[in-house]
């Protein structure tokens, strides 16, 4: 958990250079470059000697992998996400965008699943010398799947109707600062509160579970597993929706319903059994979902076309910072200070209560509007 802030700290920069270049040349070109730096840095991870036999380097390397991680993270997001409602017809925006969305539940189920059959095939002791490798080194299969796929998408329509009328803007950024600065913060908060709570279900629950709880490991992470499919699902089903009730509607519910749910979880996972555990994760992450579906559509449609990329982009790195960042190392904060798991679930209920209120501040009327402009 500790290295995980590395990362994040990165985000913005690489939203801030991913967002300069989708801006001027093209939303493609950032899939494939953020793809190279993000997958390439995670194969590298595998292949990196441990302490024993190059010393010091061995950690700084592995910062240094984390940060090109975060470099990646912060530009590939918003790539994906434009590609995929700018291809979209304008009442099925919000469905075509929660695809992308996707992409972070579906990785944390295969990530459980491997951790499952290995944990399951190796011993501890195997599993620390070589296993943990494993997952590091098989990304090269989904790299190399991630580069042929987006070698077949066409280039936005959008970006080539602008580059065809030579409207892509000189200056994006200073553009972006100048005249869209509000809209930037506004994404930030409104992607704080799902990021927190996200996080917590991707790098804590199974720890949590496990070593404060006590729970059988292949337990928490099938639960784990549920959570994930949950969250897909209600992803895709949370997209559609907002085509119909609306983006702002949609995402009010969703963190009303985060609030609602945010003691309630901590409750049911303390008494340790499996069935109430379950129950907490598994509602946790279809209440994700909900929040997480509309994002892509939401801020596509609040940005001119012309700084988009870098809008979105910068709004939902310094979101992941605010809210992602740093939650398991607040969790674990909380928990040494209090020992009342219940304090985690007032922390998100906090931090999703503010994303509440950056939504309702989300402009009227940008729903459908010509992506165009």
Known sequence: MVLVPHSHYQCPLGAIIAGHLGDRLGRKPVLVITLVGMGGATFLMGLLPNYAAIGIAAPIILVLLRILQGLSAGGEWGGAALIAVEHAPVLKRGYFGAYPQVGVPAGMALATVFMLVISTALTPEQFESFGWRIPFLSSIILIALGFWIRSLVEESPVFEEMTEMKKTASAPLGSLF???????????????????????????????????????????????????????????????????????QTFIIGYILMMVWAIPTW???????????????????????????????????????????????????????????????????????????????????????????????????????????
């Open 178 to 248: 100048k005249n869209h600065a509000g809209l930037v913060v506004l994404c930030a908060l409104i992607f704080a509160g799902v990021n927190a709570a996200g996080y917590l279900a991707i790098a804590y629950f199974a720890s949590y579970g496990t070593n404060v709880l006590g729970m059988d490991r292949p337990i928490v992470l099938a639960l784990t597993l549920m959570t994930a499919i949950a969250w897909i699902i209600s992803t895709l089903v949370s997209g559609k929706v907002s085509d119909v009730i609306g983006r702002k």
């Open 267 to 373: 409750i049911l996972i303390d008494t340790a059994n499996v069935m109430l555990f379950g129950m907490a994760v598994i509602i946790l992450g279809a209440l994700l979902g909900v929040t997480y579906g509309p994002q892509p559509a939401l801020y596509a449609e609040m940005f001119p076309a012309q700084v988009r990329l870098s809008g979105l982009s910068i709004g939902y790195a310094l979101g992941s910072i605010i809210g992602g960042a740093f939650a398991p190392m607040i969790a674990a904060m909380i928990l040494e200070e209090t020992g009342n798991s219940i304090y985690i679930g007032v922390y998100i209920l906090v931090i999703s209560s503010i994303s509440l209120i950056g939504a309702l501040f989300v402009p009227k009327g940008i729903q459908g509007r010509d992506l165009s402009t």
